[in-house]
C-alpha cells in the first residue's frame, strides 16, 4: 500500500491546509534510504521512542513517535515538473541550487499524517525526521512545495543541529520573498499561515534586503514563538522605543489579506 493510500484513510485531514506537514527528500541515487539508521539517529540522537506501525513494505513505512504517525515512502523517480527546481532558483542560500535540484532522480516523501494541534512541536518533530534521511541516504536537500521551499542538504542540517524552541529555524520552515522595484526594497513571508498566522509584508522599504531579512525573521519568530497574533493599527517593534505600525488589507505579493509593517 503506497503513502497516498494512508493519506486516503483519515478524511478529516483533507480538510485544513495545516493538518498534514509533507516534504520531499531529494535523492541523487534510488533506493539509498537506510531506514534502520534513520530510527537509530531518532533514537539515539534525539532521544525519541520510535514504534513501527501498520503496513510497512520496502517502498513506505509508517512509524508512530509520541502521538503522530509518519509515513516515510522512497520513490525512484524524479519529482514529475519543475516545482522544486524553480523553488530553487529563489533560494539565496543556495548557490546553483537549481542545477543541483536537476539531477535528482528519485525522492522520500515524509509526511506527518495527523498534523494540526502544536504547529512548533510539530515542525520541530519534522525537522528531526527529515534532518535524519538527509543524513542516512544518498540525498541533495529538501523540497516543501507548501512553502515553496527547496534547501540544501549542508544548510537545513545546520539548522536542525542548532534549533531549540527558544530558537526555532524558520529559515527551513518559512519562505522569505525579497523583491525590488524602483530602488525601493519589499520582503513577505510565505509558509506562516502553517503555524495559525497571518503572512507579513514590508512594502516599498528603504532599507536594504539584508535589514529587511533581519525584520522579518525577527517578526515572525516572535509571533512563531511566543504565539502572537498581530492585529490591524496595532504596533510592534523589537525594542521599547521602535513602534512600526501594523496595517491588514489585500496582499501585494501573496493571495488574500496579509498584515504591513511599515519598515
Same mark, same amino acid.
Given at each position: 500500500?503506497?503513502l497516498?493510500?494512508f493519506?486516503?484513510?483519515?478524511?478529516?485531514?483533507?480538510?485544513?491546509? %495545516?493538518?498534514?506537514i509533507?516534504?520531499?527528500?531529494?535523492?541523487?541515487?534510488?533506493?539509498?534510504?537506510?531506514?534502520?539508521k534513520? +530510527?537509530?539517529e531518532?533514537?539515539?540522537?534525539?532521544?525519541?521512542?520510535?514504534k513501527?506501525?501498520?503496513?510497512?513494505?520496502? $517502498?513506505?513505512?509508517?512509524?508512530?513517535?509520541?502521538?503522530?504517525?509518519?509515513?516515510?515512502?522512497?520513490?525512484?523517480?524524479?519529482?514529475?515538473?519543475?516545482?522544486?527546481? #524553480?523553488?530553487?532558483e529563489? %533560494?539565496?542560500?543556495?548557490?546553483?541550487?537549481?542545477?543541483?535540484?536537476?539531477?535528482?532522480?528519485?525522492?522520500? +516523501?515524509?509526511?506527518?499524517?495527523?498534523?494540526?494541534?502544536?504547529?512548533?512541536?510539530?515542525? +520541530?518533530?519534522?525537522?528531526?525526521? #527529515?534532518?535524519?534521511? *538527509?543524513n542516512?541516504?544518498?540525498?541533495?536537500?529538501?523540497?516543501?512545495?507548501?512553502?515553496?521551499?527547496? +534547501?540544501?542538504?549542508?544548510?537545513?542540517i545546520?539548522?536542525?543541529e542548532?534549533?531549540?524552541? $527558544?530558537? *526555532?529555524?524558520?529559515?527551513?520552515?518559512?519562505?522569505?520573498?525579497?523583491?525590488? $522595484?524602483? @530602488?525601493?526594497q519589499?520582503?513577505?513571508?510565505?509558509? *506562516?499561515? /502553517?503555524?495559525?498566522?497571518?503572512?507579513m509584508?514590508?512594502? @516599498?522599504?528603504?532599507?536594504?534586503?539584508?535589514?529587511?531579512?533581519?525584520?522579518?525573521?525577527?517578526l515572525?519568530?516572535?509571533?512563531?514563538?511566543?504565539?502572537?497574533?498581530?492585529?490591524?493599527e496595532?504596533?510592534?517593534?523589537?525594542?521599547?522605543?521602535?513602534?512600526l505600525?501594523?496595517?491588514?488589507?489585500?496582499?501585494?505579493?501573496l493571495?488574500?489579506?496579509? *498584515?504591513?509593517? /511599515?519598515?
Amino acid at each position: 500500500m503506497g503513502l497516498f493510500s494512508f493519506l486516503k484513510k483519515d478524511k478529516p485531514l483533507e480538510k485544513s491546509s %495545516n493538518s498534514t506537514i509533507l516534504g520531499m527528500v531529494l535523492l541523487y541515487e534510488n533506493k539509498s534510504l537506510d531506514m534502520a539508521k534513520v +530510527i537509530s539517529e531518532l533514537e539515539n540522537k534525539w532521544g525519541l521512542s520510535v514504534k513501527n506501525g501498520e503496513d510497512n513494505t520496502n $517502498e513506505t513505512s509508517i512509524v508512530e513517535i509520541g502521538d503522530y504517525r509518519i509515513a516515510i515512502a522512497e520513490i525512484p523517480a524524479a519529482i514529475p515538473t519543475d516545482e522544486a527546481i #524553480t523553488a530553487a532558483e529563489y %533560494n539565496l542560500f543556495w548557490e546553483n541550487g537549481a542545477e543541483k535540484v536537476k539531477k535528482h532522480k528519485g525522492h522520500v +516523501i515524509v509526511s506527518i499524517m495527523n498534523a494540526g494541534q502544536n504547529a512548533v512541536e510539530e515542525n +520541530i518533530l519534522f525537522s528531526k525526521i #527529515t534532518s535524519a534521511i *538527509l543524513n542516512n541516504s544518498k540525498s541533495i536537500g529538501i523540497y516543501i512545495g507548501a512553502r515553496s521551499l527547496a +534547501i540544501e542538504k549542508e544548510f537545513y542540517i545546520s539548522q536542525v543541529e542548532t534549533m531549540t524552541e $527558544e530558537d *526555532l529555524p524558520l529559515y527551513i520552515w518559512i519562505y522569505f520573498g525579497l523583491r525590488q $522595484e524602483n @530602488n525601493k526594497q519589499s520582503i513577505y513571508t510565505y509558509g *506562516l499561515k /502553517d503555524f495559525g498566522k497571518k503572512e507579513m509584508e514590508i512594502l @516599498n522599504s528603504d532599507y536594504g534586503h539584508r535589514e529587511l531579512s533581519e525584520m522579518m525573521f525577527n517578526l515572525s519568530h516572535y509571533v512563531v514563538a511566543y504565539d502572537v497574533n498581530l492585529k490591524h493599527e496595532e504596533t510592534i517593534g523589537l525594542s521599547a522605543e521602535q513602534k512600526l505600525k501594523i496595517s491588514e488589507s489585500k496582499g501585494v505579493f501573496l493571495d488574500g489579506n496579509t *498584515l504591513k509593517i /511599515d519598515y
